[in-house]
């Protein structure tokens, strides 16, 4: 199966006076694992409902393949499976019927495509006589998954699938996904975590309609100019207070059980300043940027910018 | 076609295990059709009367026994002065007092004395006070010609001539059926669909290539035909308990209800396509349909009775034209020829609405 790329140019969405999409352009190759990645509120809802068809954009324009989502949006519904961020199936419904429903929206059978969607249907057929209400969280999502997947679509778009879903199923979920795009599907997919950002092939970070940074993993971190340095300790929250009010840190944020430091020069400044306030079984060194401190450098550096 | 009936598979599915809409879709008409059947109706009954007379007399005894006799009033007892008799009244112990003076009944009526008999009623409910004092004075006049063959002095009411308690049933029925069906069919329609863009299905729906008329079709198949259903509980309870009688076509009234059961139909997918959330399709159901359909259909008052503005504004209410076709139908008894004006405005009502939301109905979220 060859997917569909997709292609963003200068999109724009405004509620109001507010700019929700401003001006984003991407684009995404047939077969790959795209991730938007970024914050509540930067857009990423909005950009996927103007991809699906449902909201037109003020200016630019999307296109699918050859098939552009204005004006050909019945042949882009064809082809498109769309998982929103609500949870958007049937409550009342079992899991079986829900999966029937949707096969049937879409003019195929669950029989039809079943080996399609087996890897994934085959962890919720225990339970599916059950309604889709008293589902968990992550069978929730894998039994959406299994629904915009059904009629075999060539470009997948999941608004923020993993949220508010355990850690095990989060795992399980985007190896799914990996093994769907490894079969040529394209995928888009939209997280807040940016531990995900890593299960991507190609990501694009975005924060208040914009898009900052797009590019693989490892671009994304090799763009990281700043030098970052790993401060770890026994009293991390103590530390996290004495770093911020020192007056040569640029940014200090918590990572796990240590802090991920930026400091305006020397490190030695801040390590002898760690060690007048007590702070004496302190490690401090060098460490990799995760995508993480790149977006809060990014951010960062968008603000110092305006 | 095989899509067509998954929809409607799916929207049973979702009516019958909604326990709660279940209740109000199947119990809404059943109670309605009792509490205004038998509760709401403007005869009046259980008028509670007390009387006084400064001394007792056998005529008196006589009069308000009969009175008590009479299925309207309650006699609650004799009050032992005027200072009672308002007392009682004010406490609502009676709702109509009697008062004798001392030439009622006696033994040597003085010459040129006249008796005279004075009724104090409780005019807080109007309509009790003045049906009330109507019958009391039909029923002490009757008494008092066959005690004395004499022509009565009290003018009976020509209100009494007709018996409220039959009129009122019959007159609430049509109403009801065309209240009923326009709530249960329009606002559950309007609900359902509105639902579905509230819990987001509906972006998924839109997101497929489900044409959107067969979405629309496929919500209003399932809420058909339990307004028939609701049609067959409202005749079944109208005829075999309330005694209304259905003496035209069965088949005329039924093929008229279900236009019109359709056109309910046509205004809840329209009010859907507008509104955004369940609570303000609600609303907007309740405030567009059951106000107009309750006030300006002739169910209560009737339209004649309307100032000019609202008179016209009644036209549109599609209620005002079904119960018209009902009254005549079921009560007068008249061929369906009698009702083709009002089964055409249904018609053509239905046409115009089914077409207003088809081309209203956003295949997008804006």
């Given at each position: 199966m060859t997917g569909l790329g997709v292609e963003i140019k200068g999109v724009v969405k405004k509620y109001g006076t507010l700019k929700a999409v401003d001006d984003v352009s991407l684009r995404v190759s047939p077969g790959e694992l795209f991730g938007i990645i970024g914050p509540d509120g930067a857009g990423k809802s909005t950009l996927f409902r103007m991809i699906a068809t449902l909201l037109l954009p003020d200016s630019g324009k999307i296109t699918i393949g050859d098939r552009d989502v204005v004006g050909d949006y019945r042949d882009v519904r064809s082809v498109?499976?769309?998982?929103?961020?609500?949870?958007?199936?049937?409550?009342?419904?079992?899991?079986?019927?829900?999966?029937?429903?949707?096969?049937?929206?879409?003019?195929?059978?669950?029989?039809?495509?079943?080996?399609?969607?087996?890897?994934?249907?085959?962890?919720?057929?225990?339970?599916?006589?059950?309604?889709?209400?008293?589902?968990?969280?992550?069978?929730?999502?894998?039994l959406a998954l299994c629904c915009s997947l059904i009629h075999r679509p060539q470009v997948l778009l999941l608004d923020e699938p993993t949220t508010g879903v355990d850690p095990v199923s989060r795992y399980e979920f985007w190896e799914i996904l990996k093994r769907l795009s490894a079969d040529g599907m394209t995928i888009i997919v939209s997280t807040p975590y940016m531990d995900e950002a890593y299960k991507c092939s190609r990501m694009a970070m975005m924060i208040g309609g914009k898009v900052i940074k797009e590019g693989t993993p490892d671009d994304i971190i090799a763009g990281y100019n700043g030098k970052l340095w790993k401060v770890s300790g026994r009293e991390v929250y103590g530390m996290l207070l004495a770093v911020k009010a020192y007056c040569g840190v640029v940014s200090c944020d918590s990572f796990g059980d240590s802090l991920h430091v930026v400091v305006r020069d020397d490190i030695e400044g801040l390590r002898s300043y760690l060690r007048e306030k007590g702070y004496d079984d302190v490690t401090v060194e060098a460490t990799k940027p995760t995508v993480e401190d790149c977006f809060i450098e990014l951010v960062r550096d968008g603000c110092s910018d305006r | 076609m095989k899509r067509m009936l998954s929809f409607v598979k799916k929207e049973f599915l979702l009516i019958l295990r909604d326990k709660r809409t279940m209740l109000i879709l199947l119990g809404l008409p059943v109670v309605m059709i009792l509490i205004f059947g038998f509760a709401i109706s403007d005869d009046v009954r259980n008028v509670d009367v007390a009387y006084y007379a400064h001394r007792e007399n056998i005529l008196i005894v006589k009069v308000m026994e009969r009175i008590g006799a009479n299925e309207t009033f309650n006699l609650v007892g004799r009050c032992g002065s005027l200072r009672e008799a308002e007392d009682a009244l004010l406490s609502g112990e009676a709702d109509i007092v009697v008062c004798f003076d001392d030439e009622f009944g006696a033994q040597q009526p003085i010459q040129g004395k006249t008796a005279s008999v004075e009724i104090l009623a409780d005019a807080s409910d109007p309509n009790t006070a003045s049906t009330g004092v109507a019958i009391l004075k039909n029923v002490m006049s009757r008494y008092y010609m066959e005690h004395t063959g004499n022509e009565s002095l009290i003018n009976p009411h020509t209100r009494l001539l007709y018996n409220p308690a039959m009129e009122s049933t019959y007159n609430f029925v049509p109403g009801l059926m065309g209240l009923i069906l326009m709530l249960v069919c329009a606002m559950m329609t309007s609900i359902a669909i509105v639902r579905e863009k509230e819990t987001g299905t509906m972006e998924v729906l839109l997101v497929s290539p489900t044409k959107a008329w067969m979405i629309l079709l496929a919500k209003m198949v399932p809420y058909f035909v339990v307004s028939c259903f609701n049609l067959a509980t409202i005749l079944l309870l109208s005829v075999y308990v309330l005694g209304v009688p259905l003496s035209g076509s069965l088949a005329a009234l039924i093929s008229v209800s279900a236009l019109y059961i359709m056109l309910a139909l046509s205004i809840g997918l329209f009010i859907s396509t507008v509104m955004k959330?369940?609570?303000?399709?609600?609303?907007?159901?309740?405030?567009?349909?059951?106000?107009?359909?309750m006030l300006l259909s002739g169910m209560i008052y009737p339209c004649e009775n309307l100032p000019l503005p609202l008179y016209y504004f009644s036209m549109i209410v599609p209620a005002r034209w079904y119960i018209v076709v009902v009254k005549k139908l079921m009560i007068e008894g008249l061929p369906f020829i009698a009702v083709a004006k009002e089964t055409l405005v249904i018609l053509a009502m239905f046409v115009v609405m089914l077409a207003l939301g088809v081309k209203k109905f956003n295949d997008r979220l804006e």
């Open positions: 498109l499976g769309y998982m929103p961020g609500k949870f958007s199936l049937y409550q009342d419904l079992t899991v079986r019927e829900n999966l029937d429903f949707y096969a049937s929206v879409f003019g195929t059978t669950v029989g039809e495509n079943y080996h399609f969607i087996s890897d994934i249907y085959r962890m919720l057929k225990p339970f599916e006589k059950r309604l889709a209400r008293h589902l968990s969280g992550g069978m929730k999502q894998k | 959330t369940q609570v303000t399709a609600m609303l907007i159901s309740v405030i567009t349909l059951m106000l107009p359909t």
